[in-house]
């Protein structure tokens, strides 16, 4: 085991009636880095994200630093320091800005309006914090499905297409201050991404899932420059 991981993935595998959406992965994502996933539609990205919070069922061991995580319940893996964002962000509608933040997080997490509004402030969340959130751009909403992530004070945090239906600079000052915010604590980003200008300016290592299987590992530059990845996936987005 490395020591220095704070999520590590072995073996992993998720079948769907016959149909192998995660085959035999095994991948680790060393503490503070930004680690994306990338591969085409259907490459199993979003079925690995859902084995590790506990969403699918499938086999494999996943770790959240020393912690096997992959016996437990997905409530217990949050409380063990795992969150997530969802593609689609997922809020109460009857609920404004600041109480979306707490809302599930451990009492003491919820109480602590200090760090409520630091991450208000830290995020740039424009709306008031009464704001209902049916009134949000979307941006802030986005950003409030975070806030509520990171207010757990999670270990890993991992983002399920943050950059969905934003544009490139809204997207990259989102990317800044999530970033930031997160290294601050000495957190980890997992990052489901499709855009690959953000990866290249934002992800430290990028993993390459293609028909189920890692097809490729390495920094944006090396990714870039992989040939099997440029003739199954990437073409001339790179270029
Ligand atoms: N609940 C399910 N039941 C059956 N098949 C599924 C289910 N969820 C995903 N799949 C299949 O598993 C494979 C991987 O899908 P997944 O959504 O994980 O890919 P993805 O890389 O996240 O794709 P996208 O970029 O389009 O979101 C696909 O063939 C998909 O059709």
Not at 37 to 64: D, S
Not at 105 to 123: G, K, M, N, Q, S
Not at 128 to 142: I, K, Q, Y
Request: aromatic residues 2%; glycine residues 10%; hydrophobic residues 45%.
């Amino acid at each position: 085991m490395d020591r220095t991981s704070a999520l590590s993935v072995e073996r992993a595998t998720v079948t769907f009636d016959g149909v192998t959406a995660v085959d035999d992965v095994t991948f680790s994502v060393p503490r503070g880095v930004t680690q994306a996933v990338i591969g085409p539609n259907g490459a199993g990205k979003t079925t690995l994200v859902n084995l590790v919070c506990g969403l699918e069922a499938g086999t494999g061991v996943i770790r959240l630093g020393d912690v096997a995580i992959s016996g437990l319940r997905p409530d217990r893996r949050a409380a063990a320091g795992l969150a997530r964002s969802f593609q689609t962000p997922i809020l109460c509608p009857d609920l404004g800005v600041l109480d979306n933040i707490r809302v599930g997080a451990p009492r003491a997490a919820a109480r602590d309006a200090a760090r409520v509004r630091e991450l208000l402030d830290a995020l740039g969340i424009e709306a008031p914090p009464g704001a209902p959130v049916d009134t949000l751009t979307h941006r802030d909403r986005r950003l409030v499905e975070i806030a509520r992530a990171l207010l757990r004070g999670p270990s890993v945090l991992i983002l399920d297409e943050p950059a969905a239906g934003l544009g490139q600079a809204e997207a990259d000052s989102m990317m800044a201050a999530v970033v930031e915010t997160v290294s601050a604590t000495g957190g980890t980003i997992v990052i489901i991404e499709h855009n690959m200008d953000l990866i290249s300016t934002w992800a430290d290592r990028v993993l390459v899932l293609d028909r189920g299987r890692v097809l490729a590992e390495g920094t944006p530059r090396e990714i870039r420059a992989d040939a099997a990845v440029v003739e199954a996936y990437l073409g001339g987005e790179w270029s």
